[in-house]
């Protein structure tokens, strides 16, 4: 159980173009979903936390009109990567948590993104 | 602040034992994860800790000790496929997850 999904694994796309990625837990409804960025060689990056039916909160530094989190249902969230750049190519990766308590977060496969 | 401490890179011989050590200051404490990352996938989990002593899953061990700050993760009868970043991540008085930087281990033959 507890799995989550991603689409798309990969991506190529042209500066200016606007991406957006979908993350889903299958098996389980997530009331909280987080997205990072991981860049080659370096540690996980927490971007925002995403809660179902309210904004997002978004960690210091990260442009939130930039990086734009929907999470419109229990089972979904969407980052979208509006007016990207070269340098907003990056590996990034969704979580969903099961149980605020217990806290373990289940990821999806992830997302390359890159930007030409 | 909060701070996870845990050595950037360790090397270790097939067949041998290695372990991972990890120190953290946060606010508060709920628990502390270990996962594994390989290169280019996601983080998968290994284990969880909230009470102080030694959890045992397999070839792989995790420790606590609340009042130290500390924990290990034990790799035993390391093989090539456990090359691979392992993340300490804790879970703060507010339930938010602190990740560490992780820790490259390479396995060689």
């Known amino acids: 159980g507890a799995v989550v999904s991603q689409h798309p694994s990969w991506v190529i796309c042209k500066s200016g173009t606007s991406v957006k990625i979908e993350c889903r837990s299958l098996?389980?409804?997530?009331?909280?979903m987080f997205w990072y960025r991981q860049f080659p060689k370096q540690s996980l990056m927490l971007m925002a936390t995403s809660n179902e039916g309210s904004k997002a909160t978004y960690e210091q530094g990260v442009e939130k009109d930039k990086f734009l989190i929907n999470h419109a249902s229990l089972t979904l969230s969407t980052l979208t990567v509006t007016s990207a750049h070269p340098e907003d190519s990056s590996f990034y990766i969704c979580s969903a948590r099961l149980d605020r308590a217990y806290n373990e977060q289940f990821f999806g496969p992830g997302t390359r993104l890159t930007v030409l | 602040g909060q701070n996870i401490d845990q050595p950037t890179e360790m090397t270790a011989t097939e067949g041998a034992i290695v372990q991972i050590n990890c120190t953290y200051q946060t606010s508060g404490f709920n628990g502390l994860f270990w996962y594994q990352q390989h290169a280019g996938e996601a983080p998968t989990f290994l284990s969880y800790n909230v009470l102080d002593g030694l959890e045992e899953k397999g070839r792989f061990s995790s420790f606590l000790s609340r009042s130290k700050g500390y924990s290990y993760l034990l790799l035993k009868e390391l093989q090539m496929k456990d090359s691979a970043s392992y993340l300490c991540a804790v879970t703060d008085s507010n339930y938010q997850l602190i990740w560490g930087a992780g820790t490259k281990l390479i396995i060689k033959p």
């Open positions: 098996d389980f409804q997530a009331t909280t």
